[in-house]
């Protein structure tokens, strides 16, 4: 074997090693996690690493019911799923006007876009919040959702725009030649062939939305729509120290999550790296 192919093979093998530590630190958290909510109560306070004395499955059921993760759950669905479809809808659209009329203005929006990304969002939320309050959608799902909405479509059209200055303009210009309006144009051509952005997108938003505490507490606490990350935090507060049970409703709460990144890891890769093209 030739010493380039050594050096080769060294380097890889340490790379490797390095990618299996982090993916183990990775996982670590999630183990204890998964510990100590089968854990029974004897054991609460026992060292993080012990191993539970018996499976104690029940913790999830009393997690479950005590917590009301199922209305926490519908609620994470409905605001995330909204959310997503309306970053979908408006992001893509608006994309699509500045990455195929240049000039001026489409820079400038460009730009007030990417500065959105920057731009800490929590800088606004007092005037957000009194004029949601005056308009009466403090408290309800369209209010949440047209709010999440207004805070990441920044992200969703940066990577939308990259996307489609990337995507050659012939079957478009056939379509418009042969009569199509732009709009029909972008639904029938466009569209369809953004599908890995599209999944990006979603997979992004959704995780940042689903994951959201601190929106929730200023727009929804008080209310039957609280999600699952808020409703986490008030069964927190109702069992004290009894942590098997916490963690069990966390492990509720993140597993769409984790399960949706499995699921649309390819797509996510693939869509990030196609949308950072100009």
Do not use: H
């Not at 854990?39 to 104690?56: G, M, Y």
């Not at 979603?202 to 008080?222: E, Q, R, Y």
């Amino acid at each position: 074997m030739s010493s380039g192919m050594q050096r080769y093979t060294r380097r890889t093998l340490a790379r490797e090693i390095l990618l299996i530590l982090a993916g183990l630190g990775w996982l670590f958290p999630l183990y204890l996690l998964l510990l100590t909510s089968l854990k029974p109560d004897s054991q609460i306070f026992s060292a993080p690493t012990d191993l539970p004395t018996s499976l104690d499955v029940g913790n999830y059921a009393e997690a479950w019911s005590s917590a009301d993760l199922g209305r926490a759950l519908f609620n994470s669905m409905v605001i995330t799923g909204g959310s997503v479809a309306l970053l979908i809808v408006v992001g893509s659209l608006s994309a699509y006007t500045i990455a195929r009329r240049p000039g001026r203005w489409s820079a400038v929006f460009y730009l007030l876009f990417v500065v959105g990304i920057i731009v800490p969002s929590q800088l606004g939320l007092i005037p957000l919040y009194s004029m949601m309050r005056s308009l009466g959608l403090v408290g309800s799902y369209v209010g949440i959702i047209l709010l999440y909405g207004g805070l990441w479509i920044p992200m969703a059209v940066f990577l939308y725009t990259g996307f489609i200055r990337a995507m050659p303009k012939d079957y478009e210009e056939a379509a418009l030649i042969d009569g199509a309006t732009p709009f029909r144009t972008f639904w029938r051509v466009i569209f369809p062939q953004l599908r890995s952005v599209t999944a990006t997108v979603a997979t992004l938003c959704g995780i940042l939305v689903w994951n959201d505490f601190f929106t929730p507490l200023i727009f929804l606490s008080g209310t039957d729509k609280v999600p699952l990350p808020l409703a986490i935090y008030e069964f927190v507060g109702s069992v004290a120290t009894r942590w098997n049970l916490v963690f069990a409703g966390i492990l509720v709460a993140l597993l769409p999550v984790l399960i949706l990144f499995v699921v649309a890891q390819r797509q996510l890769m693939r869509g990030f790296s196609g949308g950072i093209k100009s």
